[in-house]
């Protein structure tokens, strides 16, 4: 049974860094738990969120289809995975697990990604633009990546002191 969301996790908390585990079982809970993750999403204005950074170590993701434009206008991705990528553009960045750091970041601009839906079938998309990025951010997710590891050295040493200290808040959660 997976638990209820009490919270978004923040750097630091453990479960962030785990590789999550695919969905086998597409039923009413699990269709459920997806719906209160956007929820979540958009009580915290997010335009992405993994399962991951709510506790729950599943290869869940849901997105903003609007970015902020309209409310509960998401859609869910089960076990996605990027097929193919092509060009590169550079866009800021945050996240809801790393609150308040906003930085560049090159990503590939266009990506071809598969997942399940709610019911389980086999889907295909093909992105550009913030929908690409945002898939990939959330991808990086469910692989134990944050965006704050794909910075540059300098970067990553500039912020050292601040994700230190979100670190500890992050760990005693």
Not at 32 to 46: I, K, P, S, T, Y
């Amino acid at each position: 049974m997976i638990e209820a969301i009490d919270k978004i996790r923040i750097y630091g908390d453990p479960v962030l860094r785990k590789k999550a585990e695919p969905v086998e079982e597409f039923d009413a809970e699990l269709r459920e738990f997806a719906e209160r993750m956007a929820e979540a999403m958009f009580d915290n204005f997010g335009v992405g969120l993994a399962a991951p950074q709510v506790g729950v170590s599943k290869r869940i993701i849901v997105i903003d289809k609007s970015f902020g434009e309209a409310e509960n206008d998401f859609m869910v991705l089960f076990n996605p995975e990027i097929l193919e990528t092509w060009g590169e553009t550079t866009m800021q960045e945050g996240c809801l697990s790393v609150p308040g750091v906003y930085e560049d970041l090159t990503r590939p601009e266009r990506i071809q990604a598969r997942y399940r839906d709610v019911d389980g079938a086999m889907l295909k998309i093909d992105a550009d633009g913030l929908l690409a990025r945002v898939i990939q951010h959330e991808i990086d997710h469910l692989n134990g990546v944050l965006f704050v590891d794909r910075l540059g050295t300098v970067k990553r040493q500039l912020l050292a002191k601040t994700l230190g200290e979100m670190a500890k808040e992050g760990d005693s959660s």
